[in-house]
């Protein structure tokens, strides 16, 4: 659920400069924000779906959407590059948080489960069919 807030909120303030009970946010946030759904959605395609891919890691059911996270970059990069153009720091930080976010999921995962013992399974291993756990 704060996963979901999180990406709501980075959404209105990236394409509507906007946050409910906050009203508008600082032009810098705002492209902050833009860079921050830029690098996300270019490093979520790149590791979760593309990389693994090329790990063997079988099925990947993500990975024909990606695509569309590539369409989007475009139209984010051609529609918005004059705010870009506006605070480009403010742009590739937002970038950097963006996609260090999804970069840092796989080994964040891994470290989380060696500490909750709800979350120790077999490994998945590449180019072998996805664990019995997986599919509950």
């Not at 909120?9 to 009970?21: H, I, K, S």
């Not at 946010?25 to 492209?31: K, Q």
């Not at 830029?38 to 593309?50: E, K, M, P, T, Y």
Request: charged share 10%; with cysteine.
């Amino acid at each position: 659920m704060t996963l979901a807030l999180g990406q709501w909120a980075l959404g209105l303030m990236a394409y509507a400069g906007w946050l409910p009970l906050i009203g508008t946010v600082s032009t810098p946030l705002a492209i902050w924000s833009l860079g921050a759904v830029l690098g996300a959605r270019i490093a979520d395609a790149c590791v979760s779906h593309w990389g693994l891919w090329l790990l063997h890691y079988r099925p990947n059911p993500g990975l024909s959407s990606t695509a569309l996270y590539a369409l989007e970059a475009v139209v984010i990069i051609v529609a918005f590059r004059k705010g870009f153009a506006i605070d480009p720091v403010a742009a590739w930080f937002g970038f950097a948080c963006g996609a260090g976010f999804f970069i840092g999921v796989i080994p964040g995962l891994a470290v989380v489960r060696k500490f909750a013992r709800s979350w120790q399974r077999e490994p998945w291993t590449r180019g072998k069919p996805m664990p019995a756990w997986a599919d509950s």
